[in-house]
T-cell receptor
């Protein structure tokens, strides 16, 4: 089983619908992130959380919200989906105890299509 | 603000050497990463540089010059499986703490 699991892996929805993407991890990491990836734009940070009580906006948080339900769970919500939110979404984790290196460990991605 | 630039695409021949360049501008630089991403898959960590110089790991090496805001990833003895996107990413300190910012990626095509 993957250490960082995202559900759903694929989702097609309509404009205006509420969508939740879920991420859970078994790595015991304290830090979790949500990125979206679009062709030609690379990975852009939406929200990040350094622990359960800490939530921070990233580069492109408008239209998104998050919830850190537990150390192992970090959910991304689109309250009213719009077509330009069609993208590949990645959850990632990192571990403070790694020190400076702090590499990211990514989930397998959730492909969202908004019609 | 932050800015990370890398070439969009590169093509190289199996068995050859390829160098993928990355330039960056950040206000609170705290390390540079390279990730590999095969089509349809998650990015995976390749290398990390925080001090100037070359870090070598098998067929892959990564170089950093902080004064020039420049890094490169060197891939030797190219194999077909090296066809992938290579993402340059910078760890940046700002309000809200450290976060990792990615470039758009360089898609590498390895031909026989």
């Amino acid at each position: 089983d993957a250490d960082v699991t995202q559900t759903p892996r694929n989702r097609i929805t309509k404009t205006g619908k509420r969508i939740m993407l879920e991420c859970s991890q078994t790595k015991g990491h304290d830090r979790m992130y949500w990125y979206r990836q679009d062709p030609g734009l690379g990975l852009r940070l939406i929200y990040y959380s350094f622990d359960v009580k800490d939530i921070n906006k990233g580069e492109i948080s408008d239209g998104y919200s998050v919830s850190r339900q537990a150390q192992a769970k970090f959910s991304l919500s689109l309250e009213s989906a719009i077509p330009n939110q069609t993208a590949l979404y990645f959850c990632a984790t990192s571990d403070l105890s790694q020190g400076e290196r702090v590499e990211l460990f990514f989930g397998e991605g959730s492909r969202l299509t908004v019609l | 603000g932050q800015n990370i630039d890398q070439p969009t695409e590169m093509t190289a021949t199996e068995g050859a050497i390829v160098q993928i360049n990355c330039t960056y501008q950040t206000s609170g630089f705290n390390g540079l990463f390279w990730y590999q991403q095969h089509a349809g898959e998650a990015p995976t960590f390749l290398s990390y540089n925080v001090l100037d110089g070359l870090e070598e790991k098998g067929r892959f090496s990564s170089f950093l010059s902080r004064s020039k805001g420049y890094s490169y990833l060197l891939l030797k003895e190219l194999q077909m499986k090296d066809s992938a996107s290579y993402l340059c990413a910078v760890r940046d300190w700002g309000t809200g703490g450290f976060k990792t910012i990615f470039g758009a990626g360089t898609r590498l095509f390895v031909k026989a």
